[in-house]
């Protein structure tokens, strides 16, 4: 049997990352034929940033993200200085995935993100940024919801379930400070992505973050919305 290296998973997965973006979610041919560099790519993704600073961008992030997904899927994983970030992967976290931070500027960050088979990061926020993620390897579940203005009977947030989906290779997912904010991940198998979060996480915005724990049961006979608990760890207690 040969032996298939990290660098060689790399190389197989990058040979299906020819998709295009429609939100919130795209697995089809790309309309860009030209890959992107390392470099050209974070040039371009820093000249995407500073639109965050436009009067419209409350309206715009659905187009912004949009614009970063198409980056994305363009970049090329063959590069040098992607296939140095992945072939130093270490599991260091038994119970979390890996998240490490691989760029980042005072408008925006990427990390790259590994989970063991069935490693998850639970229901988490991430305050007033969006978000753009693509799956490289592996195969892996996403549940987004949207966090509703009212509050239930008991005085705790309301979620209501905005889409479900089962990323693989080439599959790219958005969130903006509005919808499909609140997200969980939940990996399959080996599973590796890359994601685009403009603005960057920050002091102020990571101490606002929250994770959320929903029951089975829907709240009050509506089906997609639930009754929510918030902690500031990813593990209950």
Not at 82 to 110: A, C, G, L, M, W
């Amino acid at each position: 049997m040969p032996i298939i290296t990290r660098r060689k998973v790399l190389q197989l997965s990058g040979s299906s990352l020819a998709v295009a973006a429609t939100l919130p979610c795209t697995n089809i041919l790309s309309q860009e034929n030209e890959d992107l560099g390392w470099e050209e790519f974070l040039k371009l993704c820093d000249e995407l940033a500073d639109t965050q600073f436009a009067e419209d961008w409350q309206q715009s992030q659905d187009v912004y993200t949009k614009k970063v997904e198409k980056l994305l899927v363009r970049l090329n994983l063959e590069d040098d200085k992607i296939i140095d970030f992945i072939e130093s992967y270490n599991n260091y976290n038994t119970r979390f995935p890996e998240i490490r931070t691989i760029h980042r500027k005072t408008d925006f960050q990427v990390s790259l993100l590994e989970f063991e088979a069935e490693e998850k990061i639970p229901l988490h926020d991430h305050p007033d940024m969006t978000g753009v993620v693509i799956c490289t390897h592996g195969k892996i579940e996403v549940n987004h919801y949207d966090k509703l203005t009212e509050a239930s009977v008991n005085d705790l947030p309301l979620l209501q379930t905005e889409r479900n989906l089962t990323m693989t290779p080439g599959t790219t997912a958005t969130l903006t400070t509005s919808r499909g904010n609140i997200h969980e991940l939940h990996a399959k198998e080996f599973t590796r992505m890359i994601d685009v979060f403009t603005p960057p996480y920050n002091r102020e915005r990571t101490s606002r973050s929250r994770y959320y724990w929903i029951g089975k049961n829907a709240y009050d006979e509506r089906t997609d919305v639930f009754e929510a608990e918030m902690t500031r760890s990813p593990f209950r207690r």
